[in-house]
């Protein structure tokens, strides 16, 4: 494998995922885009689908009237893969590093917010909670390379 100096961007984000997570489980595929710049990008299709699950949940609490957790929830949640996407387009790997530390805040977030769902007996936020702790850990290991890649 290259060194991660010489890997392009989505080359070495993908390498953090097959890393940290179950690589031949997950197959990168572009989301819903016409820019070939998410194409093969596996963060950006796991946040992706992470979204589309949030959003399932958030109908859910709507539905149980528990409308401001269903707000938070899915403005949180869906930030992720926005920013990560936003991340791709950084004018540096210091502003990449920014965007990406930015959505790991808002994963943090998330989490609080689906372990209060939890507490209060929300089951579908498990299935979401588990869906989002590879992401974190992902997210944190792009970030770390990125500043290594940056130093070196």
Request: charged share 30%; hydrophobic share 45%.
């Amino acid at each position: 494998m290259n060194s991660l100096k010489d890997m392009d961007q989505k080359q070495w984000q993908n390498a953090m995922v097959e890393d940290e997570l179950f690589a031949p489980l997950i197959s990168a595929e572009a989301p819903v885009s016409y820019n070939p710049r998410y194409k093969d990008n596996t963060i950006v299709t796991l946040t992706f689908r992470f979204a589309q699950h949030i959003w399932d949940l958030a109908e859910e609490l709507q539905d149980k009237r528990k409308f401001v957790v269903a707000n938070q929830v899915f403005r949180s949640g869906t930030a992720i893969g926005a920013l990560v996407r936003e991340a791709q387009n950084g004018e540096s790997l210091a502003d990449f590093i920014h965007k990406m530390k930015i959505a790991l805040k808002e994963a943090d977030e998330t989490e609080y917010w689906l372990l209060l769902c939890i507490s209060r007996d929300i089951e579908s936020a498990k299935a979401c909670l588990e869906e989002l702790r590879p992401i974190i850990r992902i997210l944190n290991k792009i970030i770390s390379s990125s500043k290594a890649k940056m130093n070196s």
